[in-house]
């Protein structure tokens, strides 16, 4: 078996890159060794700190013999002709979510992985995050008997952090529907198995100022007979981490106050500043800081979910699973590693090294992108709408990394 | 302005009397003066510990010309006898919640109240609660912009305590439907402004040995764009009142464990011990604790319940309100009384003697038992259902009992 890391290439090195950076930085199992970006003070500083060659053009990168697995971390609107474009080329790809906005372009992006017979991930999103396949494990291993019932609430400031006109726009891939349900959506469907039966929708754009979607309340009923209700707020009021031991969606503990600051902040801009403002803390950017070398304090996470099973509620947590059952509550504990996110490496690994197939591939994401897209439709429309696109999750991979401590 | 007590007669000194009964006892606006029940050791009981009367018929209660309200505590396939029969009489009532099953029952009920002239009031719920009402208030001032999304969740051990056979059979009434969506629904609704015009909902009837919904999930949509999101879990794992300070429901401090103990307990007894277990809790039973003057710990509530406004979330305590808005987050608490649901007391008090509408009267009563039955119809049908009955909420009364703390 080949145990050398995998070698990958970066297409794109702003937002997304950035906060995948501490993954790949740390992870000896992945060596960044090339990269393209139009900015040139990310591709230098990129060059210095990781020692990778800088490409001129995507295409470059792409035919880049020393790339086996790029990393396609453009805007979403680029992902179609990136994936393709890489796939011709032979490689391997890492998509960053949302994969696309369009079913069509998500097709177009696995047919061109099948016909070159490239591996196709898409990640970092939360389903990730490891008490989450902690919680896909233990449903799937049947003790608890069927998931019945997963809940998920999320008050976030999502709406009011700086923003591009077009994160604002919905037509464009903006609003809360494609950027977190997408997150919300790719959890509950792993919990639940993948296959979702039915979506109803309901969804709020509240701010005249900024308007896309920035919450939404939806019902889903799964083939199985499970059924999840996800809910978002990203008005940046009330901060649904307080319910989670107050550590923030990237894993970090978070202060009291974090959304009245968010919000305060942005009344001091305007829009062009606004955009600038969010360009600047992006990888070799004016603000940008650089975190490698800071530990998590718990796993990323996306709000607060339970799990109800015939036998057991499964609570998320940052740390693993607080499970009720008949014998009281129990934490199984899982939070060990130091390395953010390092479950997207797992991934990748188990992929490109074990051969296995992914979680996260092409149709996989797809039918979330088909759950969001229905959520947009089902509110408009006011009625249940059927997917048709649906997959079931794929086996999870069998991992050693549990304890567990009694805590009543 | 009379401000006499108000005398009241009891009708059936049962579990519902039993719950109320800290309340009449110690609030000094109301007065116990008769009762009929037809277990004589509840009567005798009665009879010595407030001097009133005990008849030896529901008529002869009715008809005692001391009595000025009756509190019809009966079994609910009993209210519309009971209630048609104190109006008949000229007795104005509170009758216990559901108020019934059945929407043509709630309607003659209305009707004879009508023409009797009499007032109607259906409670305790938990609506009745002060943060309901508090909430309720500031979203009528419009301080905070319009409700837009209610998100509440309650996961409690309902299906686990012991139960009569007919709680357990949803055709008489059974299950969480009719008994613990008829608190979230009015709550919501008094919330909202009151009315509901579609509900879409998904139950959950999980446990083979106890045939009857455990659990719900819903939404509703409101006249005014405000949408709500219901879910409840009546499966006894995991506990949500540990978000709301680890007061339970009925405004005590609740230890860690309640819920696995209520499983543990079930197990050790059969059907009809079961019943026995549960009648015997009740006013004179054999296992009756006199809590007359035990003080709250807080409030009663119905869970976590959180409004989303256009300006704030209002976030509901056991002591009042948490806000969030724009100047950060704020506890508006209202606890300071020493008498458990006092708040009944409150509109009993306003409609007796201020002569106000009551904000829990026959037709707002009517309406939530037309969204419950909705919930059951929705389930089944598998598709959203228009109510038709569906009125506003009377404005709230003046209340002067609110005093601001900074958390934040």
């Not at 090195?13 to 003070?41: C, E, I, S, W, Y």
């Not at 997963?150 to 950027?179: A, C, H, Q, W």
């Not at 092409?362 to 039918?367: D, P, R, T, V």
Request: net charge negative; proline share 4%.
């Amino acid at each position: 078996m080949n145990h050398n890391p995998i070698r990958l290439g970066v297409l794109g090195l702003g937002r997304a890159f950035t906060l995948m950076l501490p993954t790949f930085a740390n992870d000896q199992r992945v060596k960044l060794v090339a990269a393209f970006d139009p900015h040139q003070t990310s591709c230098e500083l990129f060059a210095k700190e990781f020692g990778g060659v800088c490409h001129n053009s995507v295409e470059s990168l792409c035919a880049d013999p020393n790339v086996e697995w790029i990393y396609v971390a453009t805007p979403h609107q680029l992902h179609k002709e990136h994936v393709c474009l890489s796939a011709k080329y032979g490689k391997h790809v890492l998509v960053e979510k949302p994969m696309s906005i369009s079913i069509a372009d998500c097709q177009a992006m696995i047919d061109a992985c099948n016909e070159a017979q490239t591996s196709l991930i898409i990640g970092h999103s939360h389903s990730f995050n490891r008490p989450v396949l902690l919680a896909r494990q233990l449903i799937e291993s049947g003790i608890y008997g069927s998931a019945r019932l997963i809940t998920t609430v999320n008050f976030t400031d999502f709406m009011y952090r700086p923003r591009r006109p077009d994160e604002l726009d919905t037509s464009k891939g903006g609003g809360v529907i494609f950027s977190q349900a997408a997150h919300q959506v790719d959890i509950v469907r792993l919990l639940a198995g993948g296959k979702t039966t039915s979506v109803y929708a309901r969804t709020g754009a509240w701010d005249g100022s900024r308007k896309t979607e920035g919450a939404y309340t939806a019902l889903l009923d799964f083939d199985n007979g499970a059924v999840a209700n996800i809910t978002y707020n990203g008005y940046g009021f009330f901060d649904s981490d307080v319910l989670m031991n107050n550590i923030g969606e990237l894993g970090k503990i978070k202060s009291a106050g974090t959304h009245q600051k968010t919000r305060s902040n942005l009344l001091s801009g305007n829009e062009q500043h606004e955009a600038q403002k969010k360009a600047e803390r992006n990888y070799g950017g004016a603000a940008y800081k650089n975190v490698l070398h800071v530990p998590p304090d718990g796993f990323q996470h996306f709000g607060p979910i339970i799990v109800s099973c015939d036998l057991a509620d499964l609570r998320l947590t940052p740390y693993g699973l607080e499970i009720h059952d008949d014998n009281g509550t129990h934490q199984r504990e899982v939070f060990a590693h130091q390395i953010p996110r390092s479950e997207v490496i797992d991934e990748l690994w188990s992929v490109a090294r074990l051969g296995n197939h992914p979680l996260h591939g092409g149709k996989w994401s797809l039918a979330t992108l088909e759950v969001c897209l229905a959520i947009l439709e089902s509110a408009k429309k006011r009625s249940a709408i059927i997917p048709v696109h649906q997959v079931s999750a794929e086996s999870s991979y069998a991992t050693e990394w549990t304890r567990d401590s009694d805590s009543s």
